[in-house]
């Protein structure tokens, strides 16, 4: 279990670090970094788009997920409650409904209709499109923190079932199957 209740999280001998930050710190406290060969500009440009999928992408998923009330019914609420029985299920539910509503009030989200919300994630994906162009990986030839995050969050877009889930960007649905086979597939 995550100590932060989030992912993503490693277990690592008696120690579970989770979310990408600390996971990344901890690793390079390790002696080994995604990102050693990158020059100081192209780190402070994978930080940038780094920030814009946690803006975009991670709060456009929340909202999908928690405010769209189809989605809530459907997926969510089933997904999310699943593991814990009557009454319990329905209160942490809730609990969470309530959060990341009071969230994307915060952030000036809550107003938002799911048109909006899909013309924020297709924005970025076009950004991540532009940035990725015909590169295997966001920079050099080599996979960087950046193209965890993305693969994370658009492996879940197009993996997960949701009322609307297009994705209409080859470069980044050929991105993630590239990561995919190469990281994730048994290779017997």
Known sequence: ???????????????????????????KAKGHS?????DEVQRAEMKAYMELVNNMLLTAELYIQWC??????????????SPYSWPLNYALVLQKKWEIKRKMKAIGWASKTMEQVYEDVDQCCQALSQRLGTQPYFFNKQPTELDALVFGHLFTILTTQLTNDELNYSNLIAFCRRIEQHYFEDHD
């Open 1 to 27: 279990m995550s100590p932060s209740g989030k992912v993503p999280f490693i277990h690592v001998g008696n120690q579970v670090i989770s979310e990408l930050g600390p996971i990344v710190q901890f690793v």
């Open 34 to 38: 995604l990102s050693d060969g990158l």
């Open 68 to 81: 769209d009330e189809a989605t809530l019914e459907e997926i969510t609420m089933p997904r999310y409650s």
